[in-house]
Structure formats: C-alpha cells, structure tokens
C-alpha cells in the first residue's frame, strides 16, 4: 500500500517556475515507477512525466520536454516535478501517481497506475 500527498503547487507567472514534490509512504518506495499527469478544467486527465523505479529513465509529454524534468529521492521517498518556463497552458491540477512494484510499460495512461494523490493546483497567469 502507498500513500501519495502532493504539495508546491500554487499561482505563478507566465515564464516562472515551480517544483512540485510528492511524497509517498510505505518502505518500498523505490520498487515504484512514478508519474505526474495533469487535469484542467473540462478536460481528461493527461501524463505528465514519469521516471521508472530505477530512476535511470524518465519520459515526458512533448508539450512538457524541455521546460519539465521529474527526479526521485529514493533516501527520502519522494518525487519531483520542476517546472520551467511555465505557461497558461500549464494550468490544471497536478497529480502523482505510483504504478504496481517493478511494473514496466509505457506510463503514459492512467490504467497503469494503482495509487494516485489528492493533486495540487498549479496555475500560470499571462
């Protein structure tokens, strides 16, 4: 079982940044793939980023690379999400999500997360 709270979100403007944190209980965090994903008003919730449970690869959105990078402290169970270059198009509620133990696939649809936190919103004023 895996408990995730997400915090840093909040109101920023357009070229600023922001780092989202994720921080998960349960002692066995790092067998866990992570992934970020995003829901803005009136819209299905979209992947993010996500870094496999090594920590040694790492995939993006194309409207996120180059401006996002998701990183992981195992020592400290927690993810990391940093935003550059922020944009209107940014805003929308943030969400972590944990898929099973040592679980490899594509990460980019929910279906393959078990565990997901509450989000934190992020909005990116013009």
């Known amino acids: 079982q895996l408990e995730l709270v997400e915090s840093g979100g909040g109101l920023v403007q357009a070229g600023g940044s922001l780092r989202l944190s994720c921080a998960a209980s349960g002692r066995t965090f790092s067998s866990y793939a992570m992934g970020w994903f995003r829901q803005a008003p009136g819209k299905e919730r979209e992947f993010v980023a996500a870094i496999n449970w090594s920590g040694d690869s790492t995939y993006y959105a194309d409207s996120v690379k180059g401006r996002f990078t998701i990183s992981r402290d195992n020592a400290k169970n927690t993810v990391y999400l940093q935003m550059n270059s922020l944009k209107p198009e940014d805003t929308a509620v943030y969400y972590c999500?944990?898929?099973?133990?040592?679980?490899?696939?594509?990460?980019?649809?929910?279906?393959?997360?078990?565990?997901w936190g509450q989000g934190t919103q992020v909005t990116v004023s013009s």
């Open positions: 999500a944990a898929t099973g133990t040592y679980y490899s696939g594509s990460y980019y649809y929910t279906s393959e997360y078990s565990y």
